[in-house]
């Protein structure tokens, strides 16, 4: 049984507290990414994750300013793997839960992040969540 940790991405952009609503949109510029995971400036412990969406609807919606903390927008409480969870179970929790993307911790720290695309273009769905996953992706777009 294959293991997130064999698809997983392991060259994640993050952000810290430190950082500020601008910094992390310049971020999701620079890379072409649209969620950034909130790590400890410290030991990389995962605090949250902002998505394009949570700097429209939390952000400019609310009118917060560049300068604003990203603990202003963060999501914070969001579902997270270990690296030896099988990828069928990652793909149930991400058809389960609605989501895009999927934090890889070890213990609390951030190693990597598993997404719709990791399970799409490896073909290694579990059957049941494979549907699953295209619906919110057609939900989505």
Do not use: W
């Amino acid at each position: 049984m294959r293991k997130v940790s064999e698809i997983m991405t392991t060259d994640v952009v993050t952000v810290t507290p430190r950082d500020n609503v601008y910094e992390v949109a310049v971020k999701m510029k620079q890379h072409d990414i649209g969620y950034i995971p909130v790590v400890e400036v410290d030991g990389g412990r995962l605090l949250g994750v902002i998505t394009d969406r949570d700097l429209v609807i939390r952000g400019i919606a609310e009118k917060h300013p560049g300068s604003a903390a990203v603990e202003t927008v963060m999501s914070k409480g969001i579902e997270t793997v270990s690296k030896d969870t099988s990828v069928d179970e990652a793909a149930e929790l991400m058809a389960e839960q609605q989501i895009r993307r999927l934090p890889v911790t070890d213990g609390e720290r951030l190693i990597g992040i598993v997404s719709i695309g990791d399970l799409a273009v490896r073909n290694i769905f579990a059957n049941e969540a494979g549907e699953a996953l295209t619906h919110i992706s057609e939900q989505i777009h």
